[in-house]
């Protein structure tokens, strides 16, 4: 069978992460930009190892729907304690820059558009991996979804589960894997919104 998905929207979409989640970003976009539209895609930030380049900072818009979807690659989990007024793009980031998320929000797609501004939706692929098992933490969790919400203006935070690959090679890695995928589901469950004083 040869097919081709295609989708439609008006939200802002981004996907954060690894190169597993550029490559769930990639798919994504593929379904919304369709083939000649590729012009609408900006790489801001990308580096090289040898001559393979990776992205790190894309946003495609407008696409089909007239709403925006972009991928933020960060190996680590969007905390207050991370950021940083500018970070490079590079393979082993230690923490989250500003400026990145300047470039996102600030962005337009052409001089009459108005600003990105905010995302509707964030989809985290978890950092397991380049983050211990026991760091991925129910609360270190909850903070990403509450700190996408502020500074991304995120109404929903979608966690990837985190799938059999080469990062858990042992049973005890596995095990984490599974507690992880266990947090995330009593975090999907039991989410509430805190209260000011919390």
């Known amino acids: 069978f040869d ?4 989708v439609s929207t008006n939200l ?3 996907f954060m992460g690894d190169s597993l ?3 769930f970003s990639q798919g994504f976009e593929a379904a919304v930009l369709g083939t000649g539209h590729e012009n609408k895609r900006t ?3 990308k580096y090289n190892i040898g001559r ?3 992205d790190c900072l894309v946003i495609s818009a407008p696409i089909r729907g007239g709403g925006v979807t972009a991928f933020w690659r960060y190996t680590k989990l969007l905390e207050r304690r991370r950021w940083a007024r500018i970070m490079p793009c590079y393979t082993q980031e230690r923490k989250w820059g500003e400026n990145f998320l300047h470039t996102l929000l600030d962005y337009k797609a052409d001089q009459n558009a108005p600003s990105v501004s905010g995302f509707d939706a964030v989809v985290v692929r978890l950092p397991h991996g380049w983050m211990k098992a026991e760091e991925l933490t129910k609360e ?8 996408c919400s502020e500074m991304l203006g995120a109404r929903t935070v979608i ?7 080469n990062n858990a090679i042992t049973s005890e890695m596995w095990d984490g ?3 992880i995928n266990e947090i995330v589901h009593d975090v999907a469950r039991n989410w509430k919104l805190p209260s000011d004083d919390e």
């Open 21 to 23: 989640g550029h490559q």
């Open 177 to 179: 894997v599974t507690k």
């Open 12 to 14: 802002n979409i981004i």
């Open 3 to 6: 097919f081709t998905t295609t």
């Open 140 to 147: 270190r969790i909850n903070e990403v979804v509450i700190f």
């Open 43 to 45: 790489v801001h930030q």
């Open 52 to 54: 393979k380049q990776f």
């Open 159 to 165: 966690f990837t589960t985190v799938g059999l690959d």
